[in-house]
């Protein structure tokens, strides 16, 4: 009875702060993002390998799952973006940790839910760990992989168009540094794509059509940084541990970690949303001892940090 009480105070007082708790199978959500058009959260519900959508109301809500592909069964579902011109949702799937093979992209109606394609993207005998998504303006996506820090290209109507490779991807040798390699990524309206590397904390603006990367030299550190969100063409969130602010006022040569925000403690950021102007912070691991954990997406209140030259 105790563990039911503590989860309920928990889940109040965060929705309390100007959170969304729910109710949803499994202990991780790996990402969640805002559709506007649908009124609703969408969320990738990692081992349950599919989306729920979430919709926000008085009191605790619960998920309702919308995509559980049988193809991609047996798989993990990680980062998704809703492409909204296209009423299309893009969702990356994995292999099972600790196996790192299979690498998918599957597209789905947001609608009808009907799948419109789901694109492999691995090779026989390659270490692939796919992660996030984000989709251009002609509707071709990009996918991240943690594991080998490269970018597969996939077209409007699932094919396969290339991959995005460079050795500036990986700034120091070793393990420590590359154990989580490239991961959020974002597309940008003038053209090209700003990715986070995790555990270097290095980020990287690519074009995509010439396939140039270079370092973005950002003041403060971007280490453990997740998922992104673009909220203006100068400013964008990075979701990790601490969830972070960055500025940039030279189309992202250079940067500025300008604000941060902790969250509850027990919460680690994994993604971020916008939803009226506020930011969400979805957090990857429930809270609870029964079938159904309370998770949480958090209104985030960033606090302003001193930029050092």
Same mark, same amino acid.
């Given at each position: 009875?105790?563990?039911?009480?503590?989860?309920?105070?928990?889940?109040?007082?965060?929705?309390?702060?100007?959170?969304?708790?729910?109710?949803?199978?499994?202990?991780?959500?790996?990402?969640?993002?805002?559709?506007?058009?649908?009124?609703?959260?969408?969320?990738?519900?990692?081992?349950?390998?599919?989306?729920?959508?979430?919709?926000?109301?008085?009191?605790?809500?619960?998920?309702?799952?919308?995509?559980?592909?049988?193809?991609?069964?047996?798989?993990?579902?990680?980062?998704?973006?809703?492409?909204?011109?296209?009423?299309?949702?893009?969702?990356?799937?994995?292999?099972?940790?600790?196996r790192?093979?299979?690498?998918?992209?599957?597209?789905?109606?947001?609608?009808?839910?009907?799948?419109?394609?789901?694109t492999?993207?691995?090779?026989?005998?390659?270490?692939?760990?796919? &992660?996030?998504?984000?989709?251009?303006?002609?509707?071709?996506?990009?996918?991240?992989?943690?594991?080998?820090?490269k970018i597969?290209?996939?077209?409007?109507?699932?094919?396969?168009?290339?991959?995005?490779?460079?050795?500036?991807?990986?700034?120091?040798?070793?393990?420590?540094?590359?154990?989580?390699?490239?991961?959020g990524?974002?597309?940008?309206?003038?053209?090209?794509?700003?990715?986070?590397?995790?555990?270097?904390?290095?980020?990287?603006?690519?074009?995509?059509?010439?396939?140039?990367?270079?370092?973005?030299?950002?003041?403060?550190?971007?280490?453990?940084?997740?998922?992104?969100e673009?909220?203006?063409?100068?400013?964008?969130?990075?979701?990790?541990?601490?969830?972070?602010?960055?500025?940039?006022? &030279? &189309?992202?040569?250079?940067?500025?970690?300008?604000?941060?925000?902790?969250?509850?403690?027990?919460?680690?950021?994994?993604?971020?949303?916008?939803? &009226?102007?506020?930011?969400?912070?979805?957090?990857?691991?429930?809270?609870?001892?029964?079938?159904?954990?309370?998770?949480?997406?958090?209104?985030?209140?960033?606090?302003?940090?001193?930029?050092?030259?």
């Amino acid at each position: 009875m105790w563990p039911r009480r503590a989860a309920a105070a928990v889940a109040f007082l965060e929705s309390a702060a100007g959170g969304i708790s729910y109710a949803g199978d499994g202990w991780l959500h790996e990402c969640a993002k805002w559709d506007a058009e649908g009124g609703r959260f969408l969320a990738s519900t990692f081992f349950g390998g599919g989306v729920a959508e979430v919709r926000a109301g008085e009191g605790e809500a619960e998920e309702r799952v919308v995509v559980a592909d049988p193809v991609a069964a047996g798989r993990v579902a990680l980062g998704l973006a809703v492409d909204a011109p296209r009423r299309r949702l893009l969702l990356v799937y994995a292999d099972r940790p600790p196996r790192l093979g299979y690498a998918a992209l599957g597209a789905y109606d947001l609608g009808s839910w009907r799948r419109l394609f789901l694109t492999r993207l691995d090779v026989p005998g390659e270490s692939t760990f796919p &992660d996030d998504v984000a989709a251009d303006e002609e509707g071709n996506a990009y996918v991240t992989d943690a594991k080998g820090s490269k970018i597969w290209k996939v077209g409007p109507d699932g094919a396969l168009l290339g991959v995005i490779k460079n050795a500036t991807f990986v700034q120091r040798p070793g393990l420590r540094h590359n154990l989580v390699g490239l991961n959020g990524i974002v597309y940008h309206p003038n053209g090209y794509l700003l990715v986070v590397h995790t555990s270097g904390g290095d980020f990287f603006k690519v074009d995509p059509k010439t396939e140039t990367v270079r370092v973005v030299k950002v003041r403060g550190s971007l280490r453990r940084g997740d998922g992104l969100e673009l909220l203006s063409p100068t400013r964008l969130v990075v979701a990790g541990l601490p969830n972070r602010l960055v500025e940039s006022s &030279d &189309d992202w040569e250079t940067a500025s970690v300008t604000g941060q925000y902790v969250g509850p403690v027990h919460r680690i950021g994994s993604s971020a949303t916008v939803k &009226d102007g506020d930011v969400y912070v979805n957090h990857i691991v429930g809270f609870g001892l029964g079938r159904k954990k309370t998770h949480v997406l958090a209104r985030a209140v960033f606090s302003p940090l001193a930029v050092t030259s």
